[in-house]
């Protein structure tokens, strides 16, 4: 199993540029969310997904969207791209209580 | 909504002393989580524990309920466990989302 992926790993945006950040999980796991962690700071959620078809916002989702067509992919989308927004952004999956089983990350820089 | 908190922020010690790391929060809980986070950035679940204790060859993550505290030890330590560690509860009581600590940077020398 390849278990969590992310693509890319690193990105460059300049100033309201879009992208979008790729997730993906082979484990059939229900659950999936994306983090972003900022330096000095815990985890934050962005959304959160409890199956194909059902997304919710977490604790900061403004400037992002998400959606989840299949079980295995979560997309994040990035509209209008700020410096703010200069992270490091983790997905994750798990099952209902379970642990979570987080990707490798992408390390994205807004100038 | 919960309320992660850990100590020390930073931890630096020499190879083979016994390391502890302490995680108190707010709300009670279903099951607390422990993390490391690697120098080159990828995290690992290290525990789940909702009581009692786990033990995962060094590693001993300890919880109790009634206090709201869970620790995390490390016996012999070797440079190899230098890491942030992290602890993360349920946002509330039986919810999946979590809230995380801010981490504890250890650094252990040869």
């Known amino acids: 199993n390849a278990g969590v992926t992310q693509t890319p790993k690193f990105r460059i945006l300049k100033i309201g540029q879009s992208m979008t950040l790729q997730c993906a999980q082979d484990m059939n796991h229900n659950y999936m969310y994306w983090y972003r962690q900022d330096p000095g700071m815990g985890l934050k959620l962005i959304y959160y997904s409890v199956g194909a078809g059902i997304t919710d916002k977490g604790e900061v989702p403004n400037g992002y969207n998400v959606s989840r067509s299949t079980t295995e992919d979560f997309p994040l989308r990035l509209e209008l791209a700020a410096p703010s927004q200069t992270s490091v952004y983790f997905c994750a999956s798990s099952d209902r209580g379970a642990t979570q089983y987080f990707g490798p990350g992408t390390r994205l820089t807004v100038l | 909504k919960n309320e992660v908190e850990q100590s020390p922020q930073n931890l630096t010690a020499q190879e083979g002393e016994f390391i502890t790391i302490n995680c108190s929060y707010s709300v009670g809980i279903s099951a607390l989580h422990w993390l490391q986070q690697h120098p080159g950035g990828g995290i690992v679940s290290l525990f789940m524990l909702s009581s009692g204790k786990k033990k995962h060859g060094r590693l001993i993550a300890t919880i109790n309920i009634q206090e709201k505290h869970s620790s995390l030890h490390i016996t012999a330590s070797h440079p190899r466990d230098s890491a942030v560690y992290i602890c993360?509860?349920?946002?509330?009581?039986?919810?999946?989302?979590?809230?995380f600590g801010t981490g504890t940077r250890l650094l252990v020398s040869p």
């Open positions: 993360a509860a349920p946002e509330y009581t039986g919810f999946q989302k979590l809230v």
